[in-house]
């Protein structure tokens, strides 16, 4: 049965896109998903994260 990755997977944030991408590989380690449904969501968490309204999220600032 095919899994509808939008409804398991709502990517809206960077926090959500890098749990995301955490529970993709979870799940395919566990072989819920397939290696190509693991890349589909990988990827598209992937643009989230490098979308420029996060680009100040992805250096961290230091702490003083």
């Known amino acids: 049965m095919p899994h509808d ?7 809206r944030d960077l926090p959500s896109a ?8 979870c799940l395919y380690r566990a ?4 290696e190509a449904e693991k ?6 968490a992937k ?3 490098h979308h420029p309204r ?3 999220a ?3 600032r230091k702490a003083a």
């Open 54 to 56: 996060f680009r100040a």
């Open 31 to 34: 072989g819920v998903l397939s």
């Open 39 to 44: 890349a589909a969501v990988l990827r598209k």
């Open 47 to 49: 643009a989230c994260i």
């Open 5 to 11: 990755l939008n409804q398991l997977f709502p990517i």
């Open 18 to 25: 890098r749990l995301m991408k955490l529970k993709a590989i």
């Open 58 to 60: 992805l250096q961290p």
